[in-house]
């Protein structure tokens, strides 16, 4: 089971843009990978998920048009591209490991998260 650890977090203007990494301890070419989030006081939430070769995702639709996520299965790297950023988007990202990029419960293996903060 990989380790997988966030960054690339921080306080940003609306319609800012930040990219978060997400570094896997082993090999991610064998899993879905996931980026979710969770605000304060709500449910976590699927954000955009990848297949294992990165050529299906699906993005919430909170987040369509705004969020890209890649992934380079060499670097054993996952990344999530935010652009147009809104107070909304505040929350705490995860990345995760799953066994298909749309059986959402499958996702698991929680790194600590990074906290992403939209001001208005």
């Known amino acids: 089971q990989v380790q997988l650890v966030e960054s690339g977090g921080g306080l940003v203007q609306a319609g800012g843009s930040l990219r978060l990494s997400c570094a896997a301890s082993?090999?991610?070419?064998?899993?879905?990978m996931g980026w979710f989030r969770q605000a304060p006081g709500k449910e976590r939430e699927v954000v955009a998920t990848?297949?294992?070769?990165?050529?299906?995702?699906y993005y919430a639709d909170s987040v369509k048009g705004r969020f890209t996520i890649s992934r380079d299965n060499a670097k054993n790297m996952v990344y999530l591209q935010m652009n147009s950023l809104k107070p909304e988007d505040t929350a705490v990202y995860y990345c995760?490991?799953?066994?298909?990029?749309?059986?959402?419960?499958?996702?698991?293996?929680w790194g600590q998260g990074t906290q992403v903060t939209v001001s208005s």
């Open positions: 995760a490991t799953g066994t298909g990029y749309r059986d959402y419960e499958s996702f698991g293996s």
């Open positions: 082993g090999r991610i070419s064998s899993y879905a």
């Open positions: 990848s297949n294992r070769s990165g050529g299906s995702t």
